[in-house]
């Protein structure tokens, strides 16, 4: 089974999707989760282009397969202001907290699918997003996601 690396970062400057997503691809390259942070930034905006990943409020699941990524990971960014993230219904959600899933693109589908799977499901239960929302602790973030992803 491939292991999922869960790293995570607190971002001060962010005020827009673009910009949180430019500084997730750039994070992911200092970190060595991605060769390439424009291809993967490249990947991201594909993706969120395709439909919004600002899923509830004040959390996103931005998510990408990229050539740019060698093994599977997720980049919690944790914002120092609200981001401005378009949702679904077409209105302006504040985001506090991204969670970015990062896959190879040859990885098999189903892995992509099962964490983003079992992230959607754990972000579903209002309680579990306030705690996430509350939790400054960047260590006690990670261990939340690796435990969900481990389930």
Known sequence: MIQTQVLSFKDESSKTS?????????KAHELNLCTDAELLLHDLQKRESQGTTALVEGVSLPHA????????????????HPVLWMAS?????????????????GIEGMKHLKNLSKIAYFLSNDENVSNLLEEDDLDVLVQKIEDVLNK
């Open 18 to 26: 673009d910009e949180a997503l430019q500084k997730l691809a750039l």
């Open 65 to 80: 397969k990229s050539q740019a990524v060698e093994a599977p990971s997720v980049l919690i960014g944790r914002f120092a």
């Open 89 to 105: 219904n077409q209105e302006v959600n504040e985001v506090h907290v991204a969670i970015a899933l990062l896959m190879p693109e």
